[in-house]
């Protein structure tokens, strides 16, 4: 099993910044990618951005050059800069780790808890 523990999000104008951390815990070894998915209300979960154990990202396209994942030299942190934030990006963001890939929602493997991310002016 694999736990993962999530910390940022808030409450930011248009046009801010926001830094979401993940650490994950337990059986680690078997994770290839740790990422993140939001859900706004009314809407279905979905992709932001992935990275896996070798530092390959993906980000979802119409977030690209706003947001970005990294992960640290420790394997099991990951965090996402958010920056110039809009308001559509709000939204509860979860953090989510599988041990292949990142895809629909359905089939991700562990998820964190959500972290409420909210742009408003």
């Known amino acids: 099993q694999v736990q993962l523990a999530v910390s940022g999000g808030g409450l930011v104008q248009p046009g801010g910044s926001l830094r979401l951390s993940c650490v994950a815990s337990?059986?680690?070894?078997?994770?290839?990618?740790i990422g993140w998915y939001r859900q706004a209300p009314g809407k279905q979960r979905e992709l932001v951005a992935g990275?896996?154990?070798?530092?390959?990202?993906n980000y979802a396209d119409t977030l690209k050059g706003r947001f970005t994942i990294t992960r640290g030299n420790a394997e099991n942190t990951v965090a996402m800069q958010m920056n110039s934030l809009k308001l559509e990006d709000t939204a509860v963001y979860y953090c989510a780790a599988d041990r292949y890939a990142l895809g629909t929602s359905s089939s991700v493997d562990y998820w964190g808890q959500g972290t409420q991310v909210t742009v408003s002016s």
């Open positions: 990275i896996t154990r070798g530092r390959r990202t």
């Open positions: 337990g059986s680690i070894g078997s994770i290839n990618v």
